[in-house]
């Protein structure tokens, strides 16, 4: 059985001016598309809290890794991969794409 998660930083718009980081919640789905489309749709219109209750005006765009879950059976036992992947969300600059990929070593 394969499942995806995904947690990260998003990047987004103050109230009264400037931007901000903040982490993101942890999303999981049972195909990458649900898992994408969650990420999206907390980006475009806040349907998704992505910024966990933050609070921003607005969201930019996220840095999240994503997580594919392979759990299989064979022989009796139980065996797990996962493998991670960071990927960029919305409508970032490089300049932000740098700065959400800097906090996110830290």
Same mark, same amino acid.
Do not use: H
């Given at each position: ?5 995904a947690?990260?930083?998003?990047l987004?718009? /103050?109230?009264g001016g400037?931007?901000? /980081? ?11 598309? #649900? ?9 475009? $219109?806040? #349907?998704?809290?992505?910024? $966990?209750?933050?609070?921003?005006e #607005?969201?930019?765009?996220?840095l999240? /890794?994503?997580e594919?879950?392979d759990?299989?059976?064979?022989d009796?036992?139980?065996f ?7 990927e960029?969300f919305? $409508?970032?600059?490089p ?5 959400l990929?800097e906090? #996110?070593?830290?």
């Amino acid at each position: 059985m394969i499942t995806y998660r995904a947690t990260g930083i998003v990047l987004g718009n /103050c109230w009264g001016g400037g931007q901000g /980081c903040y982490p993101a919640i942890k999303i999981t789905a049972t195909n990458r598309a #649900s898992l994408v489309q969650q990420i999206e749709n907390g980006i475009k $219109d806040g #349907s998704v809290d992505l910024d $966990d209750g933050m609070g921003f005006e #607005s969201i930019v765009g996220a840095l999240m /890794c994503v997580e594919t879950i392979d759990v299989r059976e064979i022989d009796g036992k139980t065996f797990t991969a996962i493998d991670y992947e960071d990927e960029y969300f919305g $409508d970032l600059t490089p300049e932000q794409e740098e700065l959400l990929a800097e906090l #996110s070593l830290s």
